[in-house]
């Protein structure tokens, strides 16, 4: 995978810094976060989601979980990955909103794919996949649509089965993907809640043959309560430094 050449980085770039006062993002090696998705975890190695995915999944979970900030519940992050994709707002929002979440997620994959991809034990992904959303819209997702013009697939597409829309089990047959023998893949989500999906997706990666899944976030959400608990809104967004470097 590359970033394209195109990508205007310096009007991204000035984008991310804008924005950068507003966010706060996992820092490496901070105790008292989950191990999977770094959420506050107080004493325990992994919050109570992933350790139960940990336990169900038998290591066909993703091979790293890279959120590259926190969306804590009602801040400005949180608000545009819900904005981003939501019809029906006043002209213009949805529009700022997507703008930003590009220039996040193609600057930290200029930044950081490297130390995401090794810390996945991959040399760079074959293939890349986005998480399909709870509810079914017509067109592509709007996260691929975002993104897909600055990014050289080829993607691996997954689809939801109908029966499981809606729920927020980890479920390996809650997504299906076409075949790729020995493939690695950087699989992207928007929003990391409970984890459920976006490791739903990684399960039907691998069992569709993927060797190593690396997975990417926007904003692992966390409410506001435990944010404010465990002081995550007192962590920086470090524009050279990510979850796992
Ligand atoms: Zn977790
Ligand atoms: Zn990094």
Redesign the pocket.
């Known amino acids: 995978m590359r970033v394209r050449g195109d990508a205007r980085w310096r009007e991204l770039d000035d984008l991310v810094r804008a924005a950068t006062s507003l966010i706060c993002a996992p820092q490496p090696g901070t105790p008292g976060r989950c191990g999977v998705c770094r959420a506050p975890a107080g004493r325990r190695s992994y919050c109570a989601q992933c350790e139960l995915h940990v336990e169900c999944a038998q290591g066909n979970l993703a091979d790293v979980v890279v959120p590259i900030a926190y969306a804590i519940k009602g801040d400005p992050h949180a608000r545009r990955l819900w904005q981003y994709k939501s019809a029906g707002l006043p002209r213009g929002i949805a529009e700022i909103a997507a703008s930003l979440m590009r220039a996040q997620l193609l600057v930290f994959l200029r930044?950081?794919r490297?130390?995401?991809f090794r810390a996945a034990g991959m040399i760079g992904p074959t293939h890349i996949a986005v998480v399909p959303t709870a509810r079914r819209r017509p067109g592509p997702h709007p996260l691929r649509a975002l993104v897909a013009p600055y990014l050289h697939g080829p993607w691996a597409e997954l689809t939801a089965s109908s029966r499981q829309e809606g729920t927020r089990e980890l479920d390996p047959g809650r997504f299906a993907a076409a075949p790729i023998p020995g493939a690695r893949v950087l699989l992207i989500d928007d929003t990391w809640t409970t984890g459920a999906s976006a490791q739903s997706a990684a399960m039907a990666l691998r069992r569709a043959g993927a060797l190593s899944v690396a997975t990417i976030v926007l904003g692992r959400h966390v409410g506001a309560a435990e944010a404010e608990s465990a002081g995550l809104a007192r962590l920086p967004f470090l524009p050279g430094?990510?979850?796992?470097?």
């Not at 430094?241 to 470097?245: D, F, I, N, P």
């Open positions: 930044d950081h490297a130390c995401v430094s990510c979850a796992v470097h």
